[in-house]
């Protein structure tokens, strides 16, 4: 069997359109739930892990010349990651982690340029701060600056 050729029907295409637009609505509303509860779940996951707000300025550690040396810099995005699973044993597992991108602190004190990524866990910490400023917005528990405030 062949295909045979013909016509469009225009009202059929207008009505196919209509339903596409339907359909395609009702996903980006079911998309935009979804990843919301998915966000949510996420954010109870991680509830009690240590973490810095987008704008705070932290310091990060870069290598200059062989030498780690610690520079400020402002948070862009912050990523929660989390993943659990079973051995082969048997035994449960699961990892959380907290990640962020960041524009490095430039020559004349403004922040921008490529942003670079860090882990929570790779020693980045708060940033000093002048003492007639406010404290960060956010510190890791048990930090010396956390029980000073």
């Known amino acids: 069997m062949t295909y045979e050729p013909r016509e469009p029907d225009p009202e059929k295409a207008r009505e196919l359109q209509a339903k596409v637009r339907t359909y395609y609505g009702a996903y980006q509303l079911a998309k935009e739930a979804w990843e919301a509860a998915e966000q949510a779940l996420l954010e109870e996951q991680c509830a009690d892990l240590p973490r810095y ?19 400020q810099a402002k948070v862009v995005s912050v990523v929660l990651h989390y993943s659990e699973g079973d051995y082969r044993s048997g035994e449960h597992w699961r990892s959380r982690w907290v990640s962020y991108s960041v524009y490095l602190e430039q020559k004349d004190g403004s922040f921008g340029g490529s942003s670079v990524g860090f882990a929570h866990r790779q020693g980045v910490g708060p940033a000093p701060q002048d003492p007639s ?14 029980a000073s405030t």
């Open 133 to 146: 400023s406010p404290p960060p917005r956010s510190l890791p528990p048990g930090s010396a600056a956390a």
């Open 53 to 71: 707000r987008v704008d705070d300025v932290i310091l990060v550690p870069r290598v200059y010349f062989g030498r780690e040396k610690l520079v």
